[in-house]
């Protein structure tokens, strides 16, 4: 049978077997989307991988707070926590996707959805925000403002997004919802461009530092790998979301995607949070009297 099919195929156009090709991928593809155990399979597997990414950030604090108990909340540890966070709920979220995906108020879904993402974009930004204040600092810039700028931004998101969600809880109109995934998108595009601009102006101004002063290669290294992993992921999500608000094919909310929302946090959150907190694994130096205090 499958030597007869296949020399049926053979005897086609070449047009006539694209579409015949087409056809059947179209065909495997909603098999996939509509089948219960692939739906359990991608999003159990992005369930474990975020508890995983979950369980190294929480180590990983562990240790930066017995290195250095004294210095507080510093910017390192904040970073840390909040990555766990962020990836423990998304665990905990796609662990329970059945009922997730299900609720008959769908902004439920899309709070569950949507908070850990906010939440992502407060983490990484948080490392735009140190970058920043340590290039102000070598300039002889104020530094003060940053954070208050951080916050603010910040808060500005939250309390919009806020908004949208009670909208959505009272009218579920279609159009408030096109208006959040453009949100969304704007969102992430302001995230690109903070790591573009200090990201690319830290990394420029080590390059200038004497070849032989200390550490000089690694923050390089660190510097412009962390700047090329997060300015990528985010520059992926703006572009999914934007699609996606106008192509209902590409939805993310829904259960019958496993395969797209499965790429999607792989490739957006997983595996850029993983290989930052592989780069950024060093333990700070533990305090010598009288030393010089980190920026907190």
């Given at each position: 049978?499958?030597?007869?099919?296949?020399?049926?195929?053979?005897?086609l156009?070449?047009?006539?077997m694209?579409?015949?090709?087409?056809?059947?991928?179209?065909g495997?593809?909603?098999?996939?989307?509509?089948?219960?155990?692939?739906?359990?399979?991608?999003?159990?597997?992005?369930?474990?991988?975020?508890?995983?990414?979950s369980?190294?950030?929480l180590?990983?604090?562990?240790?930066?707070?017995?290195r250095?108990?004294?210095?507080?909340?510093?910017?390192?540890k904040?970073?840390?926590?909040?990555?766990f966070?962020?990836n423990?709920?998304?665990?905990?979220?796609f662990?329970?996707?059945?009922?997730?995906?299900l609720?008959?108020?769908?902004?439920?879904?899309?709070?569950?959805?949507?908070?850990?993402?906010?939440?992502?974009?407060?983490?990484?930004?948080?490392?735009v925000l140190?970058w920043?204040e340590?290039?102000?600092?070598?300039?002889?810039?104020?530094?003060?403002?940053?954070?208050i700028?951080?916050i603010?931004?910040?808060?500005?998101?939250?309390?919009?997004?806020?908004c949208?969600?009670?909208?959505?809880g009272?009218?579920?109109?279609?159009?408030?919802?096109?208006?959040?995934?453009?949100?969304?998108?704007v969102?992430?595009?302001?995230a690109?461009?903070g790591?573009?601009?200090?990201?690319?102006?830290?990394f420029?101004?080590?390059?200038?530092?004497?070849?032989?002063?200390?550490?000089?290669?690694?923050?390089?290294?660190?510097?412009g790998?962390?700047t090329?992993i997060?300015?990528?992921c985010f520059?992926?999500r703006c572009?999914?979301m934007a699609?996606?608000?106008?192509?209902?094919?590409?939805?993310?909310?829904?259960l019958d995607?496993?395969?797209?929302?499965?790429?999607?946090?792989?490739?957006?959150?997983?595996?850029?949070?993983?290989?930052?907190?592989?780069i950024?694994?060093?333990?700070p130096?533990?305090?010598?009297?009288?030393?010089?205090?980190?920026?907190?």
């Amino acid at each position: 049978m499958r030597k007869l099919a296949s020399s049926s195929l053979s005897t086609l156009p070449s047009p006539q077997m694209a579409a015949a090709a087409a056809l059947a991928l179209g065909g495997w593809w909603e098999q996939v989307n509509g089948s219960p155990e692939w739906q359990d399979g991608a999003f159990f597997s992005l369930s474990a991988a975020y508890a995983l990414v979950s369980a190294v950030a929480l180590v990983q604090l562990i240790r930066i707070q017995l290195r250095v108990p004294e210095f507080g909340w510093t910017t390192q540890k904040v970073f840390h926590l909040m990555n766990f966070i962020v990836n423990g709920v998304r665990a905990v979220v796609f662990g329970l996707h059945a009922h997730v995906f299900l609720f008959q108020t769908k902004v439920y879904t899309l709070v569950l959805l949507e908070l850990p993402g906010l939440l992502f974009f407060s983490t990484y930004t948080l490392l735009v925000l140190f970058w920043a204040e340590i290039y102000h600092q070598a300039k002889n810039l104020p530094t003060r403002k940053l954070r208050i700028i951080y916050i603010a931004v910040n808060s500005c998101i939250y309390v919009i997004q806020v908004c949208i969600w009670i909208y959505l809880g009272i009218h579920d109109n279609p159009l408030v919802e096109l208006v959040c995934k453009i949100f969304i998108s704007v969102i992430s595009f302001i995230a690109l461009l903070g790591f573009l601009i200090y990201g690319g102006r830290l990394f420029f101004m080590l390059r200038r530092f004497p070849i032989e002063s200390k550490g000089r290669r690694k923050k390089l290294y660190e510097v412009g790998t962390v700047t090329a992993i997060c300015f990528t992921c985010f520059l992926i999500r703006c572009i999914v979301m934007a699609v996606s608000s106008f192509d209902t094919d590409l939805s993310l909310e829904v259960l019958d995607h496993p395969i797209l929302d499965f790429f999607y946090y792989m490739l957006t959150e997983i595996l850029p949070s993983a290989l930052v907190l592989f780069i950024l694994r060093k333990l700070p130096p533990k305090r010598v009297p009288g030393q010089y205090q980190p920026i907190r």
